[in-house]
C-alpha cells in the first residue's frame, strides 16, 4: 500500500473566527428579518400589546425552526468554524427557545383577546389544530431531546427525532392560513424561502449524502485488537478519492456494511485516532460499549464503510502553539489525544507533553506500548502517568487528583495549554480542578463527543 504525504494542517484551513462571528451576525439578522418585513408592511392595526408579542413571538420561532434543519445538516462550511459539538449544543438552545416562544403564542393570544377560548375549545377550524398539533409534537421532541439520555435509547430518539419535518409542515401550514402577517407578499416570499432552505438542507442531510457516501464505499483494511474491548479499525478510501483531510483530534462518522441485518446503514461517531500523515489511510479506535460497538470486533477486512467527516475543532494545530502541554484522559478519551501525540511524532514537534491517562485496570490501558515508545523517544517530549482505580499496581492509583497534577505537571497551570477527553462527569471534575490551579480558560480545551 504506497504511502500518500497528507497536507498540512492549519487553522486557516478549518475555520476563521471572523466568518463565525459573521455567521453568528447573519443568523441573527434572519431572525429579525420577518419583524422588519411585518413593520413595514403595516399590516398591522391597533392591537393590544399581548396580541403583538404573540404574532412577533410565533414568527421568530418559526424561523427559528426553519433554520433548526440547517445547523442539523452537518455542513461543513458552517462547522468547520465552530466544531460540530458547538454547533449541535447552539441548535439545541435555540430549539429551546423556539420551544418557549412558541408556548407563549397561545397564552398571549388568549390574553390579548380576553377569552381562552383558543386554549381549551375542542371547538376550532382544522389551521388551528394543525398548528396545536405542531406544537405537542416539539413539546414531545424537545422533551425527549433534553432527558435523552434519562428516557430513550439513542438511536430510539433519533428516529423519534426525524418527526421534525411533520413539526415543519404543520407550522408552515398554519401559519401560511391563520398569520396576517403573512398577507404580504414580502412576507409570503420569505415564508417560501425559509421553507425551502429547511427541506433542501433536511433532504440533502438525509437522502442525497448518504446515497452520494455509499455509492463510494471506504475499505476496512485491517481490524486490530488493542485491548479486551477495544478495537482499531484502518479504512482506505476507494478509488478517485481522496484520503481523508483530518486535523489530529477530530472525528467521523462511520456507517458500517457488513451483512449485518440489525446495524447494517447504522450510523455512528467515532475519533479518528491516527495521525493525518499516516497516509492513504485513517484509523478509529472503539471500544465496546453499547450494542452496536459490542459488534466491532466482528468487524473483518474487507468490510465496507460510508465515511462522512471529518468534524470537531478539538485539535492543538488548531489552537494557539504553545510549548507546553498537558493532556487528561479518561478511558477510550485517549483516542483524539493518540491523534494528536502521533502527529506531534510525525513533525518532530519540539514540545513537553504530559499525559495522565485513568483506567481502571492494567488491561484496559489503550496504545500502553506505543506510548511507552514514544517517552523514550525524542519528540514530542513526553511523560506518561497511567492512573488506576479497581486494580493495586506499583504506579498511581484512584482518581485524578489536584495533587497528582501539581506533582507531575505543576501546581501552576497558566503557562500550559490542557486538553481534557474522557466520561462527562470526569471532565467536568478535571475542567473545574485545573482552573483553580490556574489555567487560563481560553487554554482550555475540551470536546463533549456525546451528539
Not at 513537553?352 to 514530542?380: C, K, S, W, Y
Not at 497528582?404 to 495549554?417: G, M, Q, R, W
Request: hydrophobic share 45%.
Amino acid at each position: 500500500m504506497a504511502e500518500v504525504p497528507s497536507k498540512s494542517v492549519s487553522r486557516a484551513q478549518f475555520g476563521s473566527p471572523g466568518l463565525a462571528i459573521g455567521l453568528l451576525v447573519l443568523y441573527a439578522a434572519l431572525l429579525m428579518l420577518p419583524l422588519v418585513i411585518a413593520g413595514m408592511a403595516g399590516t398591522r392595526g391597533p392591537e393590544a400589546f399581548a396580541r403583538v408579542a404573540a404574532k412577533n413571538f410565533a414568527l421568530v420561532a418559526t424561523t427559528i425552526l426553519f433554520m433548526q434543519a440547517v445547523l442539523a445538516a452537518r455542513i461543513k462550511q458552517i462547522c468547520r468554524h465552530y466544531g460540530l459539538d458547538m454547533v449541535l449544543r447552539f441548535h439545541k438552545a435555540m430549539a429551546v427557545l423556539a420551544v418557549t416562544l412558541l408556548i407563549a403564542h397561545p397564552v398571549l393570544l388568549s390574553l390579548g383577546s380576553g377569552s381562552w377560548r383558543l386554549l381549551t375549545s375542542l371547538d376550532m377550524p382544522w389551521p388551528i389544530w394543525f398548528g396545536r398539533t405542531a406544537l405537542v409534537l416539539l413539546l414531545i421532541q424537545g422533551i425527549t431531546s433534553l432527558w435523552q439520555r434519562q428516557l430513550l435509547d439513542f438511536q430510539v430518539w433519533r428516529k423519534l427525532h426525524n418527526i421534525a419535518p411533520v413539526i415543519l409542515v404543520l407550522g408552515f401550514v398554519h401559519s401560511w392560513i391563520v398569520g396576517d402577517d403573512l398577507e404580504s407578499p414580502m412576507m409570503r416570499v420569505l415564508w417560501v424561502v425559509l421553507m425551502g432552505a429547511s427541506v433542501t438542507a433536511y433532504t440533502l442531510h438525509k437522502f442525497v449524502w448518504p446515497m452520494t457516501r455509499k455509492s463510494k464505499l471506504w475499505t476496512v483494511v485491517s481490524v486490530k485488537p488493542e485491548t479486551h474491548s477495544v478495537w482499531t479499525l484502518e479504512f482506505e478510501p476507494p478509488e478517485g478519492v481522496e484520503p481523508l483531510q483530518h486535523a489530529p483530534g477530530q472525528f467521523n462518522f462511520l456507517t458500517l456494511y457488513r451483512g449485518d441485518e440489525r446495524y447494517d446503514g447504522e450510523e455512528h461517531h467515532f475519533t479518528i485516532s491516527s495521525s493525518p500523515l499516516q497516509g492513504q489511510t485513517h484509523t478509529s479506535t472503539i471500544k465496546s460499549s453499547g450494542d452496536f460497538t459490542s459488534t466491532i470486533g466482528a468487524t473483518k477486512p474487507g468490510d465496507q464503510v460510508a465515511i462522512q467527516g471529518p468534524y470537531g475543532s478539538f485539535s492543538y494545530v488548531l489552537d494557539r502553539p504553545s510549548s507546553k502541554y498537558l493532556f487528561i484522559a479518561g478511558g477510550i478519551g485517549i483516542t483524539p489525544l493518540m491523534a494528536m501525540l502521533r502527529h506531534m511524532r510525525d513533525t518532530a514537534a519540539d514540545v513537553d507533553v504530559t499525559l495522565i491517562h485513568a483506567n481502571n485496570t492494567q488491561d484496559d490501558i489503550v496504545f500502553r506500548d506505543e506510548l511507552d515508545e514514544m517517552v523514550d523517544g525524542d519528540a514530542p517530549r513526553l511523560k506518561v502517568v497511567h492512573v488506576l482505580d479497581k486494580e493495586e499496581w506499583e504506579g498511581v492509583t484512584g482518581h485524578v487528583t489536584r495533587t497528582l497534577i501539581a506533582d507531575v505537571a505543576s501546581e501552576d497551570l497558566a503557562d500550559y495549554e490542557i486538553y481534557v477527553c474522557g466520561p462527562p462527569v470526569m471532565m467536568e471534575k478535571i475542567y473545574r480542578m485545573v482552573l483553580r490551579m490556574g489555567a487560563r480558560e481560553a487554554r482550555l480545551h475540551s470536546e463533549r463527543f456525546w451528539l
